[in-house]
């Protein structure tokens, strides 16, 4: 008889915080997020270092392992940049045919989705929802309630990320609060 193996890595499926020695943790603030928001005089107003979104990453295997998976887990702040919501960054996989999945773990959002020539989706993000992300397509997450966002990610080790990408042309839509109501409107 062997003895059983205490996992490394726990999830807390109210809130989506992982625990665990090899979790790491990275933080976006005001500050970090230049060029991402519509408004950037808008985003100039705010404090520098005021928190929006914080992300959680176990990486079991080397980056670029073939076969490899990663998980995480991401909290968006609840909060506007003029009248868009908080959000992360956005990107497409490096490695363009690499798919991921998304759940729902607390609060309320929108998961824009845009493929590569540009053609964007949104689907509403609320606990328990799972969203396919399907390879070729960026994704970018937004807060539109007023508490944390949170949600879990699984995805392949050796996706990589293109910012690059985003910075450059953005999204073809963002997620803005109108008459009180999220839409999701095309940028000019
Ligand atoms: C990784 C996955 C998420 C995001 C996280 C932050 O492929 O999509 O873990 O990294 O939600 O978003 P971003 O766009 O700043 O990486
Ligand atoms: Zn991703």
């Known amino acids: 008889m062997t003895s059983m193996i205490e996992p490394s890595v726990a999830v807390r499926l109210d809130t989506a915080e992982l625990r665990g ?4 943790t990275s933080q976006r603030a005001i500050a970090d997020l230049a060029g991402i928001f519509r408004d950037e005089a808008a985003r100039g107003a705010l404090p520098g270092e005021t928190p929006v979104y ?16 990663a998980w995480g887990s991401t909290f968006i702040q609840p909060g506007k940049v003029g009248d868009e919501y908080f959000m992360t960054r956005g990107h497409f996989h490096a490695r363009r ?3 991921e999945f998304y759940v729902t773990v607390q609060g309320e959002g929108g998961l824009i989705l845009m493929d590569e020539q540009r053609k964007v989706r949104c689907e509403w993000m609320r606990p328990g929802s799972v969203h396919y992300i399907p390879g070729h397509t960026a994704h970018r997450a937004a807060n539109t309630g007023s ?4 949600f879990l990610a699984a995805w392949n080790i ?12 953005g999204f073809a839509a963002r997620l803005r609060e109108v008459a009180g109501a999220p839409a999701l409107i095309c940028e000019p």
Do not use: F, K, M
């Open 97 to 99: 045919d690499r798919a």
């Open 21 to 24: 020695e090899c979790v790491s």
């Open 54 to 69: 914080r992300v959680q990453v176990w990486a079991p295997t080397p980056e670029n392992t073939p076969g490899g998976l």
């Open 158 to 169: 050796d996706a990589g990320h293109d910012y690059e990408t985003i910075a450059r042309h």
């Open 147 to 150: 508490s944390v966002l949170a």
